[in-house]
């Protein structure tokens, strides 16, 4: 694994809200800071995050909402609350900009689900996941490396432009798909997640230079069911540039592999010259709240099969709550883009 760079700032950590609402119970927050340390000890080395500033934050991501996060907290505890901001009334119908007081109503504007709450250090976890990504994404442009990987924590790929959720807040893997764009990259994003990443999908929706291919469960019975379904292709000359691949409950490598390289021609087919990886291991089938039946060793060869088309690859973390097989299972996915790199190499002796 030493071709392949890993990044990762531990102020990541600071983000530990206490709970979150599931199935209608309170329940511990699943999206923990441990995840990221158990994957940070498993790695033989960690390169820190550098900071590129809000810029490549505000590509992505509208200024109000950005201000939002920064701040959310604080009004909450302002306004005489305890613990963590979390929403409680949200816009179903003409979701527009509003001049709102109350952070309240902030919080069901600018999120869509009740599991997503921000805490003390939530803002400066996000920016620096966002920044861990932007660093990863440097080493592969700066010709250091073919492929690199982010430790990004809290996830990002259900934040849209104006919205948190599921655990995410800033889209690392769209933020630094976006500056890759602005500086001349041809970009395909491949998400690998349990779930859709739908904030990436919006994000990108009408843009026919950037691929978005999604594999996940089928919304139809998981989260986040609104969006990820086959027919959402894409919007205007974009059209075909989103493409989703739901997958039922209880998928395996068997199958899992043909949906694989379908996504992979896509990729070709876009004539892409750099690949966002948005990697969850809640695929893995000890996952505690996902339902595919993905082994360790599967993460091998998946990586092996996405590291065949030769393209260099920014590995963006994502989900994974299965916390004792985690860093197992990252290291797994990593050792196939190194094994892969390897082989080619040999080839060209």
């Given at each position: 694994?030493?071709?392949?760079?890993?990044?990762?700032?531990?102020?990541?950590?600071?983000?530990?809200?206490?709970?979150?609402?599931?199935?209608?119970?309170?329940?511990?927050?699943?999206?923990?800071?441990?995840?990221?340390?158990?994957?940070?000890?498993?790695?033989?080395?960690?390169?820190?995050?550098?900071?590129?500033?809000?810029?490549?934050?505000?590509?992505?991501?509208?200024?109000?909402?950005?201000?939002?996060?920064?701040?959310?907290?604080?009004?909450?505890?302002?306004?005489?609350?305890?613990?963590?901001?979390?929403?409680?009334?949200?816009?179903?119908?003409?979701?527009?900009?509003?001049?709102?007081?109350?952070?309240?109503?902030?919080?069901?504007?600018?999120?869509?689900?009740?599991?997503?709450?921000?805490?003390?250090?939530?803002?400066?976890?996000?920016?620096?996941?966002?920044?861990?990504?932007?660093?990863?994404?440097?080493?592969?442009?700066?010709?250091?490396?073919?492929?690199?990987?982010?430790?990004?924590?809290?996830?990002?790929?259900?934040?849209?432009?104006?919205?948190?959720?599921?655990?995410?807040?800033?889209?690392?893997?769209?933020?630094?798909?976006?500056?890759?764009?602005?500086?001349?990259?041809?970009?395909?994003?491949?998400?690998?997640?349990?779930?859709?990443?739908?904030?990436?999908?919006?994000?990108?929706?009408?843009?026919?230079?950037?691929?978005?291919?999604?594999?996940?469960?089928?919304?139809?019975?998981?989260?986040?069911?609104?969006?990820?379904?086959?027919?959402?292709?894409?919007?205007?000359?974009?059209?075909?540039?989103?493409?989703?691949?739901?997958?039922?409950?209880?998928t395996g490598l068997d199958g899992y592999a043909k949906p694989l390289d379908e996504a992979l021609s896509a990729v070709r087919a876009h004539q892409a010259d750099l690949l966002v990886l948005?990697?969850?291991?809640?695929?893995?089938?000890?996952?505690?709240?996902?339902?595919?039946?993905?082994?360790?060793?599967?993460?091998?060869?998946?990586?092996?099969?996405?590291?065949?088309?030769?393209?260099?690859?920014?590995?963006?973390?994502?989900?994974?709550?299965?916390?004792?097989?985690?860093?197992?299972?990252?290291?797994?996915?990593?050792?196939?883009?190194?094994?892969?790199?390897?082989?080619?190499?040999?080839?060209?002796?």
């Amino acid at each position: 694994m030493g071709s392949v760079p890993a990044f990762f700032d531990r102020r990541q950590l600071s983000h530990e809200p206490a709970r979150e609402l599931h199935n209608g119970s309170w329940v511990d927050y699943s999206e923990k800071a441990s995840r990221a340390e158990t994957i940070a000890a498993g790695l033989p080395a960690l390169s820190p995050a550098k900071d590129f500033g809000l810029e490549p934050l505000l590509a992505v991501h509208d200024p109000d909402y950005v201000e939002f996060l920064r701040t959310a907290h604080e009004e909450w505890r302002a306004s005489g609350r305890d613990g963590d901001a979390i929403g409680y009334s949200w816009p179903v119908v003409r979701r527009r900009s509003l001049a709102l007081e109350r952070i309240d109503a902030k919080l069901g504007r600018y999120s869509f689900d009740a599991a997503t709450p921000i805490a003390a250090g939530t803002w400066e976890a996000s920016y620096w996941s966002a920044q861990t990504a932007l660093t990863a994404l440097s080493a592969i442009l700066d010709g250091d490396a073919h492929a690199s990987f982010a430790l990004s924590r809290p996830p990002g790929h259900h934040a849209g432009r104006d919205y948190c959720g599921g655990y995410c807040y800033l889209n690392n893997a769209a933020i630094a798909a976006r500056r890759a764009q602005r500086l001349g990259r041809r970009v395909a994003i491949l998400d690998i997640d349990y779930h859709h990443g739908n904030g990436t999908q919006d994000i990108f929706y009408d843009d026919p230079d950037v691929l978005f291919v999604s594999m996940h469960a089928d919304p139809a019975t998981d989260y986040p069911f609104f969006w990820g379904h086959a027919d959402e292709r894409g919007s205007g000359s974009a059209t075909g540039k989103t493409i989703n691949l739901p997958l039922p409950r209880g998928t395996g490598l068997d199958g899992y592999a043909k949906p694989l390289d379908e996504a992979l021609s896509a990729v070709r087919a876009h004539q892409a010259d750099l690949l966002v990886l948005s990697f969850g291991a809640d695929t893995f089938e000890a996952d505690p709240i996902s339902y595919f039946r993905i082994k360790q060793d599967d993460y091998r060869e998946i990586a092996s099969r996405i590291a065949s088309i030769g393209l260099p690859v920014l590995i963006v973390m994502e989900g994974g709550y299965a916390i004792d097989a985690l860093g197992t299972n990252v290291r797994a996915l990593l050792s196939g883009f190194e094994s892969q790199r390897i082989n080619g190499a040999l080839a060209n002796c």
